[in-house]
């Protein structure tokens, strides 16, 4: 029967191991660092200021002589 426990690691093990990476990671990132990238863009394009309009009409104020 085959022994399913995973071996424990020491710490000199963990030392000359490499970091495990998931396949497809930087793929994701990269998605993911575009999508913010042009989010930011539009952002930034359709975000400015307007200039203030005057207002055309006329206002009643009660209590003011006619």
């Keep these: 029967m085959a022994n399913l426990r995973r071996s424990r690691l020491v710490q000199s093990d963990l030392l000359d191991a490499p970091a495990p990476t ?3 990671g930087r793929r994701w990132s990269l998605a993911l660092g575009a999508v913010t990238a042009v989010l930011l863009a ?3 394009f359709d975000g400015g200021q307007e200039p203030l309009h005057p207002i055309a009409q006329d206002i009643a104020v009660p209590g ?3």
Excluded: V
Aim: avoid cysteine; charged fraction near 10%; charge should be positive.
């Design 64 to 66: 003011q002589a006619q």
């Design 22 to 24: 998931r396949p497809g």
């Design 42 to 44: 539009l952002a930034w």
